[in-house]
């Protein structure tokens, strides 16, 4: 199964709540956080919910 590295770039200060939310279901808390997950519509629907704020790569 495809693994995704999500990368947070840009602050969450200013965003709503929901999308506060959905990088910290994530595992991202600052700024350069790297998580690696699991490629799950889950997964996919919180990185598109957040996708101004994070940067996204397939590996392996």
């Known amino acids: 199964m495809a693994r995704l590295k999500v ?3 840009r602050s969450e200060i200013g965003t709503k709540q ?4 959905s ?3 994530l595992g991202l ?4 956080d790297v998580v690696v997950k699991e490629d799950r519509p ?3 629907g ?6 101004h704020l994070v ?3 397939e590996v392996e």
Do not use: G, H, Y
């Not at 929901?18 to 939310?21: I, L, M, P």
């Not at 808390?29 to 350069?32: A, L, Q, S, V, Y």
């Not at 919180?46 to 996708?51: G, P, R, S």
């Open 7 to 9: 990368t947070q770039v």
């Open 18 to 21: 929901n999308q506060r939310d």
């Open 23 to 25: 990088l910290r279901s």
């Open 29 to 32: 808390k600052r700024i350069n």
């Open 42 to 44: 889950e997964i996919r």
């Open 46 to 51: 919180m990185i598109f919910t957040v996708n």
């Open 55 to 57: 940067k996204v790569e």
